[in-house]
């Protein structure tokens, strides 16, 4: 299995952290942001990997989606959310992400989706 760089974006910093430990304890690279805004800058350091909140302090987590995929970037996101907004949720499903995981979420399959690709 090869290494992975993983940008988890998620503005519950105990989360966050716990993804990180998680996503590490795997052997992989975790990247952190808790903003549309310091998600939009780690995207310029690789990331292979994006695990995305909808809801975020400075707007909708769609908005990074939008940007990965207006710019063709090589990155396989899951959207990992508990939003209860209907509508944002099929926003974000409408930008195919590779997979979405509710809140809280599927740990075994978090690491599969990891692992997967």
Known sequence: MSRRRVLIVDDDQFLRTGLAKLVEMHGH???QAESVAEAMEQLASGPSHLLLDLNLPDGHGTAVLQHVRGQNLPIRVAVLSG??????????EALRPEAVFRKPPDWDGLIKWLADG
């Open 83 to 92: 939003t209860a907004n209907p509508s944002l949720m099929a926003e974000a």
């Open 29 to 31: 690279e975790a990247m």
